[in-house]
């Protein structure tokens, strides 16, 4: 069962992570690795020709003699913390198959709340960019949520008051397996909201199996057909076969989220989202998605702490 796939990896080991990532030096070498891979490239003039300013840990282009960083221009960029305390933090990012919160992981790290948070952040920016353009396509099935808020007694609150309205997304296979998911913070359960969310996120003439949720019709706006599941609501819907997986997956995520994260602030609620939806979509291959994610970190444009106090966008 693929379940049993997932549960039963390997992953990557603290002792193998140690190995590979244990010091400054070795992360230098595979940061170095990540952004230059045929060797170094000046960003100024193109050129390949240059010397290594030991003292201060430059490399200087030979033909232009435009000294660059190891870290310019990524997701690392001015940075006081050493990349291992990065390549660390990373690590927690993605083994942890419920999420870390950034009090657990300032504690792993030795570094205050602030700074931890300021860390994960950044690497959630990266995982949400990374996935943004990335649709889904094939057979899809949707399901609105809310996450935070009170429970009230089980039911699906739709329309509660306090409560973030999200929608998850699920391509599965034609038997109904999920394959990747999408999670996205919504203004509301309205038909224009939805048609928003299916042009970005769903390839044109995707199939959208929902239940009969009103605003869902929105999707065929986006060029998508529409498959509406007539349920009842409440715990019955929860039974119909057809959206089982969608509802464990909803409801494993929605468990990790509050678990971890007594409180989400509800402007960075996207972020939060992409984290689980990044993992989830790498789920195969555990090992593997600390690496990957260095790789993109590398190529993620700065984003200072001012920018990163920001709300993200909708949809
Ligand atoms: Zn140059």
Redesign the pocket.
């Known amino acids: 069962m693929a379940r049993n796939k997932v549960q039963f990896q390997k992953g990557l080991s603290e002792a193998r992570f140690d190995e590979l990532y244990g010091t400054e030096e070795l992360c230098r070498a595979v940061v170095f690795c990540w952004r230059w891979p045929e060797g170094f490239i000046?960003?100024?003039?193109?050129?390949r020709a240059h010397c290594v300013v030991k003292t201060r840990a430059l490399y200087q282009?030979?033909?232009?003699?435009?000294q660059t960083s190891l870290i310019a221009g990524s997701i690392f960029a001015a940075t006081k913390l050493p990349l291992r305390v990065w390549f660390r933090a990373m690590y927690h990012l993605t083994q942890s198959k419920g999420g870390i919160s950034s009090l657990e992981l300032g504690r792993r790290l030795g570094v205050t709340q602030t700074t931890a948070w300021k860390i994960k952040h950044k690497l959630m920016q990266v995982m949400m960019e990374r996935d943004a353009g990335k649709r889904l396509a094939g057979r899809i099935e949707i399901d609105d949520a809310y996450i935070g808020g009170e429970r009230t007694g089980g039911r699906r609150g739709r329309g509660a008051a306090g409560k973030i309205p999200i929608v998850a997304a699920v391509e599965t296979t034609p038997e109904g397996k999920p394959v990747r998911i999408k999670l996205r913070r919504v203004e509301g359960f309205r038909r224009k909201a939805l048609e928003t969310l299916a042009k970005r996120n769903f390839a044109p003439a995707s199939t959208i199996v929902s239940d009969g949720l009103r605003c869902f019709t929105g999707v065929s706006k986006a060029g998508c057909v529409h498959q509406p599941i007539v349920t009842g609501s409440g715990r019955k819907a929860a039974l119909v076969p057809a959206f089982k997986w969608v509802n464990t997956t909803l409801a494993n995520i929605k468990s990790a989220i509050t678990g971890t994260y007594r409180a989400v602030r509800d402007k960075h609620i996207p972020r939060y989202l992409a984290e689980f939806e990044y993992r989830f979509n790498r789920r195969y291959d555990l090992a593997a998605m600390m690496p990957r994610l260095g790789y993109v970190a590398v190529r993620t444009p700065p984003m200072p702490y001012r920018l990163l106090k920001l709300a993200e966008d909708h949809a």
């Open positions: 000046c960003p100024g003039c193109g050129g282009c030979t033909t232009c003699r435009r």
